[in-house]
Structures are given as structure tokens and as C-alpha cells.
């Protein structure tokens, strides 16, 4: 069992990673961002990148959805996220999708059958088939990673972090929505800053890896409840007796 705990957690980081090389959404833009111009659009392009990031890391809450297309494979997410306090929302790497919650360093996750078999045996997957799973999210735990996954400050700093200078590609609207975007030298892909309102990222897009990841709901009120009977991970891992 133990070899295949850490699956879960190499998806999770691998969303965080590819969130700055940018899939498929249609996700719409969010009316927080509406309003009147804000001037973006004739600031140079490191700047852009800068007010953006402020107005991002300075939001309450944020909802992020796509598709990315990674070494670890096709990753879809539609996660809403408060702050550093945690999120929720449901993740699929491949098609092998599940929900996840987490609240501080406390991560929650329910899947499919074949999800949990990538977790423990054939007999255990089974019995835990659309049963919630609980375990530690903090730094020294493998499940690490959901805290990048759910951690907005975690997030939008991968997100926002280009691997290569940034340049202006022009004003332009997004699915609707008036941004002005940027170009990154090194992968090619755009992200799409409002030029209404606050400068919040609207998305960012790579054609050419077939990535887009959305963002929207700005300061919108994000829920968090614990699942109700969840199973403690690290106990089912003991009584599995590492099988």
C-alpha cells in the first residue's frame, strides 16, 4: 500500500506546476470585474503583471477552473478557494476524477472505485467507494500538495509566475470580457488580465499545449464544511498493515 499513497499527492502538485503553462474551459468571466476602465491596458507589460498579482494575492476568495494538459497527463480542475484557509471543488487527472475539501491541515477526498484503488487494494477500494477519506495536509505530510492545490496565496503564485519575459499581445476581450493580454516568451502562452475594474487574471491560454485555466468569482463567498464520518487516512493505512 504504501507505494501507492503518494499518487494522489504527485497529482495535486502537478496542478499547482501547471497552472503557470496554462486547456479547455468554459468557465465565464466574473462581474467583480466590472466597471470602468482601469488603465491597464497602456501600462507596459511588467507592470501588468504586477498589478495583476497585487489585486489577486489581495482577493478574499477566487473560483479556478480548466483543463491542462501536463506530464502527469490531461488534469481538469474547478476548484473554489478561500484565501489560505483552504477550498473545494473536484480534480481529475485522465478521467480519474474526485472531490476534495480542505479546512486548514485537514484535507478531505471521495472518489470513484478506481480512484481509490490508487490508494490502497482491490478489497479496501470497494468498501470505500463514495465514502469521504480525511488526512493531515500539512508540509510533512504526503498529501502535502493539496494545500498547494487549496491555497489561493500557493496558487496564484505558480499561476502568475512566468518562465519567460513578458509582452504585451494587445488589448482584446476574453469570452466577452475587455483584458489585455500578455505573451510569455518562453511558452508561448497568454494571460488575460481585466482592464475593467480591478485587475484580476481572467486566464491564461496555450493553444498550442491545449491549456486554459480560468478565473473568476472574485471575493465571492466560498463555503467550507467538513464531510460528515469521514474515515481517517493514516488509520485505514495502519489496519491495511502496509498491503
Known amino acids: 500500500m504504501p507505494s501507492r499513497r503518494p499518487q494522489l499527492a504527485v497529482i495535486g502538485a502537478a496542478v499547482a506546476l501547471a497552472a503557470a503553462c496554462g486547456g479547455n474551459s468554459s468557465s465565464g468571466s466574473s462581474g467583480s470585474s466590472a466597471g470602468t476602465a482601469n488603465g491597464e491596458a497602456a501600462k507596459p507589460a511588467g507592470q501588468i503583471l504586477a498589478d495583476a498579482r497585487k489585486a489577486a494575492l489581495a482577493a478574499s476568495s477566487v473560483h479556478v477552473a480548466g483543463g491542462i494538459a501536463a506530464n502527469a497527463g490531461r488534469i481538469t480542475l474547478d476548484v473554489s478557494l478561500l484565501g489560505s484557509r483552504g477550498g473545494r471543488g473536484r480534480l481529475a487527472i485522465n478521467g480519474l476524477g474526485f472531490r476534495i475539501i480542505r479546512i486548514g491541515n485537514t484535507a478531505y477526498f471521495s472518489g470513484s472505485e478506481a480512484f481509490y484503488r490508487k490508494l490502497s487494494n482491490s478489497a479496501a477500494a470497494s468498501l470505500l467507494k463514495g465514502r469521504w477519506l480525511k488526512a493531515s495536509a500539512d508540509s510533512s505530510s504526503q498529501f502535502a500538495s493539496f494545500a498547494q492545490l487549496t491555497d489561493m496565496q500557493k496558487l496564484i503564485g505558480a499561476a502568475l509566475k512566468p518562465q519567460g519575459t513578458p509582452t504585451k499581445a494587445g488589448p482584446r476581450t476574453y469570452h466577452g470580457q475587455p483584458v489585455?493580454?500578455?505573451?510569455?516568451?518562453a511558452t508561448g502562452s497568454i494571460l488575460y488580465v481585466a482592464t475593467q475594474g480591478p485587475p484580476y487574471p481572467v486566464a491564461i491560454v496555450n493553444t498550442r499545449r491545449r491549456s486554459?485555466?480560468?478565473?473568476?468569482?472574485?471575493?465571492?463567498?466560498?463555503?467550507?464544511?467538513?464531510?460528515?464520518?469521514?474515515?481517517?487516512?493514516?488509520?485505514l493505512a495502519q489496519g491495511q498493515g502496509g498491503g
Not at 213 to 232: H, K, Q, S, Y
Open 180 to 185: 489585455v493580454a500578455l505573451r510569455d516568451g
Open 212 to 235: 486554459a485555466v480560468t478565473f473568476d468569482r472574485w471575493g465571492e463567498p466560498v463555503a467550507l464544511t467538513a464531510p460528515a464520518n469521514a474515515i481517517d487516512f493514516s488509520q
